[in-house]
């Protein structure tokens, strides 16, 4: 049983669509997170939501909208996408803020 | 602000033998966890080892052991008797242990070769 998922595993697309991101984890967790993995391999924190609630919003340009529909679905939709956009997108989860948390598989994102 | 510093970008070991990967960070907080990932080619993002700040004792995972030097704001993972499997890129991790955010704070990673 997969703990946290993530769909598509891969996402292909041109400058300036939209696209979206899911993710679902069933560990019945409070906490879930967005993290950016660039093409250095370097990740860091994009979102974060604690029962639903947008806790975490680290500088990210507003084309990136998060939307928690309830505790077990994150998703992550990114409009007029950008060359630089292009990376792995990681979903994760914690019990609650404060513990450690679990990732996804990524989402290999490619803007062409 | 927190920072992670791993200044190996890539290390090798040879089967069965004995690695260490350095991490230093930089913070004024008191309290705090420090973290493990592993990531091999699959990309799958997968926790091997945490340490409370607040517990002096070492945290050891089967092979996996860390070696946490408060003072020094270091902590170095050892892989002892390293696997084929052990091949993969890791992440040394911070994370405040207060505040109402939990963001972990990564290094830049260490690409681990394992040589046969």
């Known amino acids: 049983d997969t703990a946290v998922s993530q769909t598509p595993k891969y996402l292909v697309t041109q400058m300036g669509n939209d696209k979206s991101i899911k993710c679902e984890q069933n560990l019945g967790h409070d906490t879930m997170y967005w993290y950016k993995q660039d093409s250095k391999k370097f990740l860091k924190i994009m979102f974060s939501?604690?029962?639903?609630?947008?806790?975490i919003n680290e500088t990210v340009p507003n084309r990136f909208s998060p939307k928690s529909p309830d505790k077990a679905h994150l998703n992550l939709h990114i409009n007029s996408l950008e060359l630089g956009d292009s990376a792995v997108y990681f979903c994760a989860s914690s019990l609650v803020v404060g513990t450690t948390q679990y990732f996804g598989p990524g989402t290999r994102l490619t803007v062409l | 602000a927190q920072t992670v510093t791993q200044s190996q970008p890539e290390m090798s070991v040879q089967e069965a033998e004995t690695v260490t990967l350095s991490c230093t960070y930089d913070?004024?907080?008191?309290?705090?966890?420090l973290f493990w990932y592993k990531q091999p080619p699959s990309r799958q993002m997968i926790l091997v080892i945490r340490q409370e700040a607040y517990k002096q004792q070492n945290a050891t995972e089967n092979r996996f052991s860390v070696n946490f030097q408060k003072a020094a704001k270091s902590f170095s993972l050892k892989i002892s008797d390293s696997q084929l499997g052990d091949a993969a890129m890791y992440f040394c991790?911070?994370?405040?242990?207060?505040?109402?955010?939990?963001?972990?704070?990564f290094g830049t990673g260490t690409l681990l070769a394992v040589q046969p």
């Open positions: 913070t004024s907080e008191s309290d705090y966890y």
């Open positions: 991790a911070y994370r405040s242990a207060g505040g109402a955010t939990n963001k972990l704070i």
């Open positions: 939501y604690n029962n639903k609630e947008l806790i």
